[in-house]
């Protein structure tokens, strides 16, 4: 390992030039033009019962919004859109939408190419963001007020929807910056110009919502003093923890977890002080797997490379993420487990990883086999986890927990009267839109609560 | 290759596309620019007496229909805004350079006999092929007593058309507007005026949009709007309809067909309906005179798939199948057929019948695949769902078998005015 010892831990920032930089942190998928939208608005069939619908986790009416578009009701198009998901503008950015709406589009069946609903769905509340500084209005005051904890996307719809309904809400977030996920753990080529920030500001103009940042469960707040304090409860906690690889080195020099890096890198502007490392290997196949390797390339990594322990049929990134990364110079190694972390000087000089196989039950299972990458930089994507210790009261588990998460039925609500649970702190699947989805829910079965 | 040449009323022409009376025959310059592009004749854009009529600025509309642009299209254009003598200068200049392709002169001059007895020596003396009479402008010159308000009128269709035979020797085609309730009393009046053709439809009385922000009909002049004349593909059925009542009532009256002709196989529809010539305009004002490659060598080739050699073989054969609705054989029985292997389940057949039809599409769910089958018993067989779907061929209509003879409305019993079959 001579040779490794020469170069580790090459990480430096500034690899590329300010402009190329700039270039590939702009929009990845910009904006369709006015034109653009009413051509591919038309290719819509404007299907009944339609499947786009019945696939997106918010219900968003899809072909009427479309229609809507076609007929240049761009208003009336939006709000259709943010009637099922008020963080529209961002799903429209960020969701998986080769999985959900455009995986479900009839057009697939004949030509292969969906309607691109994404795009149309960014183009109608583009249009009414930039118009509208404040569509929605709220209703005759109530006197109730929740407690939201999480200013994620599940806590701000949960909160956008009380505040319509006429309760106060306060929403207590842990971090600087309202957002969640949408503002630390997205891509930034997906969500450009603080997109985040922007979307957020504009649905607090509802009214009736206050954020107390730096509040944090378990830390700044107890649960049981939120229930005796206000009507209702809401947590959008997310997962706080991430698994580690289990390895002896994990503390390393040039090792960290995909997240933090993803979070580092969305709240710098300026990408070229961002050190990364000449060759980075990210460990994990999921889509934080998939961002931050495509995030190294496009920060200068000379090599990026995933590692999965099983198939690409098995990688929870989609198929259309994992072209994405590859189009991105990112390589993808599949059937190989991270086996010893190696060292020189204190920090990481690659890793030896131990080649896979999947059994008869579809689990990774080591071969015996091994080989060697080198790194200079090591980003763990192995999964994050719910942590439940500020949910515990007096000691005890306040919650019951399903699948390690906050357990909820249909209408959002935990196993304690008063207090609603969503997005990633509950089972199902990890997806913004999933949260809007939990978030809205969780409004009407709380506002049915009070006032039914 | 089948050969497209045309005599038509007595004028020849190498192939039966003509650009109607319309801007584009308007000048010279057009004309040689059709010609060279293989146009088979052209109807110069009218001529009226001097001194020249003035056209506004701001003079089409048009109609856009799901981001389709121009699928109708008008204009409140007047006739020719040039001096009479430039335009028969060019006439001349024209027909003598391009000898074999037809060139027919469109002519409009106030409802006198003096009026028309002038015009036609000049206009003969061009060499052309022979005239059309504007009997059709809906806009404009009607309000000075031309154009559709002659057309409109079956007895100054009749005088007219006297007048010109009488006073040229040229063939005369009259030029019909669809602006009337029947289509045949004007046809028939050129007949009895001793014309040797008709041309039809001119555009139909129209406003193609309001401008909701100037709250002026479209297109807008100075704020204010005005009716025109609707032409392209929105006006076929219309013409084919109009074209097809001369060419059932009419036999032997030349018909040259014009109303949204924009393709080889729009082509083919009017000949087989009974036209002998088409004419052609807004596809042309669409996409430049170059549409007439595909015209020419779509027809030749569809001509030689079906084994027909000249227009001839195919012209009018439709017509002898265009009857009147009693005459329909109300046994006959058709059925929607779902093809499920194309189906792409967009539900569009389910909800059109469901909402507005028969309620004859069930909508199913098997195993959480959608899925749309045919009620036999409830389908009317009404083509609703076989038109909305977008896949081509995955709903078709099964014409059913039957034991049973025609059964006409006249004899039907639910006819309370019934006729008694003969046997009987």
Not at chain 1, 26 to 39: G, I, Q, R, T
Not at chain 2, 372 to 392: K, R, T
Request: net charge negative.
């Amino acid at each position: 390992m001579s040779d490794t010892a020469e170069t580790a831990g090459d990480i430096a920032a500034g690899r590329l030039k300010p402009a190329e930089l700039a270039a590939n942190f702009a929009d990845a998928h910009p904006p369709l033009s006015p034109h653009e939208a009413v051509v591919e608005a038309n290719r819509c069939y404007f299907c009944y019962d339609a499947p786009c619908r019945e696939a997106c986790p918010t219900g968003i009416d899809i072909p009427g919004f479309i229609r809507r578009i076609a007929t240049g009701n761009l208003r009336g198009s939006a709000l259709t859109i943010l009637e099922a998901n008020i963080f529209g503008g961002s799903c429209a950015r960020v969701c998986p939408t080769e999985i959900l709406c455009e995986g479900a589009c009839v057009r697939l069946a004949e030509e292969d190419r969906p309607v691109r609903i994404g795009a149309l769905q960014r183009r109608a509340t583009d249009w009414l963001m930039a118009q509208d500084p404040r569509p929605f209005t709220r209703a005759a005051a109530t006197g109730r007020h929740i407690a939201v904890v999480g200013a994620g996307p599940a806590g701000l719809a949960c909160a956008h929807g009380l505040a319509r309904l006429g309760h106060e809400v306060t929403v207590f977030e842990a971090r600087a910056k309202p957002g969640g996920l949408n503002e630390y753990g997205i891509a930034a080529y997906k969500l450009t110009d603080d997109f985040a920030q922007r979307e957020v500001a504009w649905l607090l103009s509802v009214g009736g919502i206050t954020i107390e940042h730096g509040r944090a469960l378990g830390r700044d707040l107890d649960l049981a003093a939120l229930r005796r304090g206000y009507d209702a409860v809401f947590l959008g906690i997310g997962l706080a923890g991430v698994r580690a690889l289990g390895l002896a080195g994990e503390t390393l020099g040039g090792v960290r977890d995909a997240v933090d890096f993803i979070a580092e890198l969305r709240q710098t502007a300026d990408k070229g002080r961002l050190p990364i490392g000449r060759r980075v290997v990210v460990i994990g196949g999921g889509n934080t797997a998939i961002d931050a390797a495509t995030q190294a390339r496009r920060l200068g990594a000379e090599e990026a490379t995933i590692v999965y322990r099983r198939g690409p049929a098995e990688m929870s990134a989609t198929h259309h993420e994992q072209d994405w990364a590859q189009t991105n110079g990112v390589r993808i190694r599949h059937f190989a487990a991270p086996h010893r972390l190696l060292a020189s000087g204190g920090r990481v000089a690659g890793v030896e990883f131990m080649r896979t196989r999947l059994d008869a039950a579809g689990r990774a299972v080591a071969t015996g086999e091994t080989y060697t990458l080198h790194a200079d930089m090591v980003l763990k994507a192995v999964g994050q986890v719910f942590v439940p210790d500020p949910v515990h009261g007096d000691g005890t588990l306040a919650l019951a927990l399903d699948e390690g998460r906050i357990a909820v039925d249909a209408g959002r609500r935990t196993s304690l009267p008063g207090v609603y649970a969503g997005g990633d702190c509950i089972a199902g699947v990890d997806l913004t839109v999933a949260a809007v989805e939990d978030g809205k829910i969780a409004a009407a079965s709380i506002h049915r609560q009070l006032l039914g | 290759m089948a050969d497209l040449s045309t005599t038509f009323a007595g004028i020849r022409s190498p192939n039966p596309f003509w650009l109607a009376s319309a801007p584009p025959t308007d000048k010279a310059y057009n004309v040689v620019r059709a010609f060279e592009a293989g146009w088979g004749g052209v109807v110069w854009k009218t001529l009226g007496e001097d001194p020249p009529i003035v056209n506004v600025s701001s003079r089409y509309g048009a109609v856009r229909y799901n981001g389709v642009r121009v699928a109708g299209f008008n204009n409140i254009e007047l006739i020719t805004d040039r001096p009479l003598a430039v335009n028969l200068r060019e006439i001349a200049e024209v027909k003598r350079a391009w000898p074999d392709r037809a060139v027919v002169v469109s002519l409009m001059v106030p409802c006198t006999e003096a009026s028309w007895k002038a015009i036609l020596p000049p206009v003969e003396d061009t060499g052309c092929d022979g005239i059309e009479l504007n009997f059709g402008c809906p806009h404009g010159m009607s309000e000075r007593n031309m154009g559709a308000a002659v057309g409109q009128v079956p007895e100054y269709v009749e005088m007219v058309a006297a007048w010109c035979k009488q006073h040229s020797r040229l063939p005369v085609i009259v030029k019909l507007t669809p602006n009337i309730t029947n289509i045949l009393a004007p046809a028939r009046a050129a007949q009895a005026g001793g014309a040797d053709a008709v041309s039809l439809i001119n555009t139909v009385t129209s406003i193609t949009g309001v401008d909701l922000d100037l709250m002026a009909p479209e297109p807008v002049v100075d704020g204010q709007g005005t009716h025109g004349g609707y032409c392209g593909p929105a006006v076929k059925p219309i013409a084919l309809h109009m074209v097809g009542d001369i060419a059932r009532d009419l036999p032997g009256l030349p018909i040259s067909g014009i109303g949204g002709i924009s393709t080889w196989r729009d082509a083919a529809e009017f000949i087989a309906l009974g036209a002998g010539t088409v004419q052609v305009c807004t596809a042309a004002m669409h996409h430049g005179f170059r549409i007439v490659d595909d015209m020419i060598d779509g027809l030749s080739n569809w001509m030689d798939a079906r084994g027909y050699r000249t227009l001839a073989d195919f012209h009018g054969a439709a017509v002898r199948n265009y009857v009147h609705w009693g005459d329909l054989n109300l046994n006959f029985r058709t059925l929607a057929r779902i093809d499920q292997d194309l189906c792409i389940r967009c539900g569009l057949c389910h909800i059109a019948c469901e909402d507005t039809s028969h309620q004859a599409i069930a909508a199913q769910r098997i195993d959480g695949r959608r899925r749309y089958e045919v009620i036999d018993a409830e389908c009317v067989g009404c083509n609703l769902c076989a038109h909305v779907c977008p896949v081509d061929g995955c709903i078709t209509m099964a014409p059913q078998p039957t034991t049973q003879p025609k059964l006409v409305w006249a004899q039907h019993p639910n006819n309370p005015l019934r006729v008694a079959a003969a046997a009987e």
